[in-house]
Nanobody
Framework: QVQLVESGGGLAQPGGSLRLSCVAS????????MYWYRQAPGNQRELVAN???????TYADSVKGRFSISRDSAKNTLYLQMNDVRPEDTGVYYC??????????????WGQGIQVTVSS
């Protein structure tokens, strides 16, 4: 059973930075795609970014040029570096990953979520 645990959220001022981490209970080499999602109050959960095992990345238009997703196999950790944050980046951020053996898993494994608040 894969478990994902997020950390690094909190309060940031507009224009500031945060780095989210997501530690997996298994080797992330077995996880084909890893994702960051977010959900703002009253909104649906949306994809922020994903990273394939070979390093290819995809970003939502709203975060391109500001956020960077990466994965460290030695630490079994997924990261989201958030720069130049804006109030509209506020929400609960979730780590998600394909189940081992899956590629583009329609269900995946979810972390518990972590709150990010951008406010002056």
């Amino acid at each position: 059973q894969v478990q994902l645990v997020e950390s690094g959220g909190g309060l940031a001022q507009p224009g500031g930075s945060l780095r989210l981490s997501c530690v997996a209970s298994v080797s992330i080499r077995s996880l084909y795609v890893m994702y960051w999602y977010r959900q703002a109050p009253g909104n649906q959960r949306e994809l922020v970014a994903n990273i394939i095992r070979d390093g290819r990345t995809t970003y939502a238009d709203s975060v391109k040029g500001r956020f960077s997703i990466s994965r460290d196999s030695a630490k079994n950790t997924l990261y989201l570096q958030m720069n130049d944050v804006r109030p509209e980046d506020t929400g609960v951020y979730y780590c998600n990953a394909d189940r081992p053996g899956w590629e583009w898993d329609p269900i995946g494994v979810w972390g518990q979520g972590i709150q990010v608040t951008v406010s002056s």
